[in-house]
C-alpha cells in the first residue's frame, strides 16, 4: 500500500512560482515512476509531469515544458514539482500518482492516468491575473 499526501498549493500572482511536495509512505516509492496530474473544474484530469525512479529522466507536457520541474528525493520518500512563471490557466487541483505499472530504470512514468495505481488527495493551486 502507498499513501501519497501533497502540499504546497496555494494562491499566486500570474508570474509568480510555487514548490509542491508529495510526501510517499510505502517501500515502493522509491522503485517506481512518479508523476503530477491536476485537474481545473469542469475538464478532465491532465498529465503534468513525471519521472523514473532514479530521477534521471523526466517527461512534461508541453504546456508546461520550460516552466515546471519535477524531481525527486528518495531518502526522504518525497516527489517535488517546481512551477515558475504561473499562468492563470496553470488554476488546477494538482494530484501526485505513483505508476507501479513497470519499474525499469529508464521507465518516466506514463501519460495516462490510468495507469497509476495511487493517487494523493490533491492541493488546490490558483494563479490570479
Known amino acids: 500500500q502507498v499513501q501519497l499526501v501533497e502540499s504546497g498549493g496555494g494562491l499566486v500572482q500570474a508570474g509568480g512560482s510555487l514548490r509542491l511536495s508529495c510526501a510517499a509512505s510505502?517501500?515502493?516509492?522509491?522503485?517506481?515512476?512518479m508523476g503530477w496530474f491536476r485537474q481545473a473544474p469542469g475538464k478532465e484530469r491532465e498529465f503534468v509531469a513525471s519521472?523514473?525512479?532514479?530521477?534521471?529522466?523526466?517527461q512534461y507536457a508541453d504546456s508546461v515544458k520550460g516552466r515546471f520541474t519535477i524531481s525527486r528525493d528518495n531518502a526522504r520518500n518525497t516527489v517535488y514539482l517546481q512551477m515558475d512563471s504561473l499562468k492563470p490557466e496553470d488554476t488546477a487541483v494538482y494530484f501526485c500518482?505513483?505508476?507501479?505499472?513497470?519499474?525499469?530504470?529508464?521507465?518516466?512514468?506514463?501519460?495516462?492516468?490510468?495507469?497509476?495505481?495511487?493517487w494523493g488527495q490533491g492541493t488546490q493551486v490558483t494563479v490570479s491575473s
Open positions: 510505502g517501500r515502493v516509492f522509491a522503485s517506481h515512476a
Open positions: 500518482a505513483a505508476d507501479l505499472k513497470y519499474n525499469g530504470p529508464t521507465y518516466a512514468g506514463s501519460y495516462s492516468s490510468s495507469d497509476y495505481a495511487y
Open positions: 519521472l523514473n525512479w532514479r530521477g534521471d529522466s523526466t
